[in-house]
């Protein structure tokens, strides 16, 4: 792979770089409790996962909640998902050794996340993960988070990367979406979703020890072409959102 035309790969954190979904739905299912709703928490992140936590929050109430009083829920939601994950923190099987190798094939890296600053700080740092990556672009860096393109848009041009060049690790139907939306090709994880409900990756992992920089290089180059987003996909999941 020549150094002058490289490929980047763009990675999602939640779901990807680690497997903490069920961490994150215990969290919203206490915070749901405690404010008196019955909403299934799994369920509603299987269908709306990726997308920021006051926007997640923002559709299972009845009535419009002021943005300040959704910040407040989601700051709630966020200690409740630290105290749960604090001593399971670790990395997705297989990452930091194929992050090494996809660096000496000489792939671009960018982590593109809806999570904020110090989120993926309680993350990335704490699992030694950052040195991998060339760029990392938060919620903090977009106007519109998933399934807006916006997050892997900006990832790609940071990297100074083209969007037909980059692929994109996902595991959420929202974050694939983003992917496509950006015009990018998309490798998914299934760690938190059965593989037949997305929509048309490159190929599904259980996690890292699945694939290497090589067998990227030839799915790349044997689907050249970036899909359109599904919209019978978004109208199930969460255009009238």
């Given at each position: 792979m020549p150094d002058s035309?490289?490929?980047?790969?763009?990675f999602d954190m939640d779901g990807v770089l680690i497997d903490n979904t069920s961490f994150q739905a215990r969290a919203f299912q206490l915070l749901f409790r405690d404010l008196g709703l019955t909403t299934n928490a799994l369920k509603l992140l299987r269908r709306l996962n990726g997308m920021p936590a006051t926007k997640i929050l923002e559709t299972v109430f009845t009535n419009p909640v002021p943005k300040k009083q959704l910040e407040t829920y989601a700051d709630q939601r966020e200690f409740l998902y630290r105290t749960l994950y604090w001593e399971k923190r670790r990395e997705m099987p297989g990452l930091s050794k194929f992050l090494q190798e996809a660096r000496t094939a000489g792939f671009r890296i960018g982590l593109g996340t809806g999570s904020g600053n110090d989120t993926i700080g309680y993350i990335i740092d704490h699992l030694d993960l950052r040195r991998?990556?060339?760029?990392?672009?938060?919620?903090?860096?977009?106007?519109?988070?998933?399934p807006h393109a916006d997050t892997y848009t900006v990832t790609a041009r940071k990297l100074g990367i083209a969007p037909e060049r980059c692929l994109v690790f996902e595991d959420a139907l929202m974050g694939e979406q983003a992917a496509y939306k950006a015009g990018m090709r998309c490798i998914v994880?299934?760690?938190?979703?059965?593989?037949?409900?997305?929509?048309?990756?490159?190929?599904?992992?259980?996690?890292?020890?699945?694939?290497?920089?090589?067998?990227?290089?030839?799915l790349l180059e044997k689907a050249p072409v970036t899909p359109k987003p599904s919209k019978k996909l978004a109208e199930k999941t969460y255009a009238k959102l």
């Open positions: 035309n490289p490929y980047a790969l763009i991998y990556f060339d760029v990392v672009v938060t919620k903090d860096d977009v106007d519109r988070g998933k994880l299934s760690s938190s979703i059965k593989p037949d409900k997305f929509q048309a990756p490159l190929k599904v992992i259980r996690n890292f020890q699945d694939i290497t920089p090589a067998q990227i290089l030839e």
